[in-house]
């Protein structure tokens, strides 16, 4: 499965780069195939792995932040493997195409 999620501190104020380093410091750390962009980390796995990647990575920000907000979203494929580059990969040839 491919999940995109989003952690964000909630009450630390304006600049939250440094707690939100700790969640993709979490996913970077977990071994599991991942990309993170402007906006989304996505995580590439089984349920059971990518689900307790995600939970430790909204616990690292909870011990910065009073609050943590998510926002996640699955692409739930079994049996499906490299999708996390495949799927961009797919993108770049059709564009390159006349």
Known sequence: MLVAFS???IGIGDEV???V???VRV???SGLPNRTDAMFTTVEGEWDEVMAVVKK???AVAERAPRV???LKADVRPGV?????AKVEHIERVLKQP
């Open 7 to 9: 952690v964000t501190p």
């Open 17 to 19: 780069g440094d707690v």
């Open 21 to 23: 380093a700790e969640a």
């Open 27 to 29: 996913v970077r750390e």
């Open 57 to 59: 990575a909204v616990e």
């Open 69 to 71: 907000s998510l926002s």
């Open 81 to 85: 493997t490299g999708a996390i580059t």
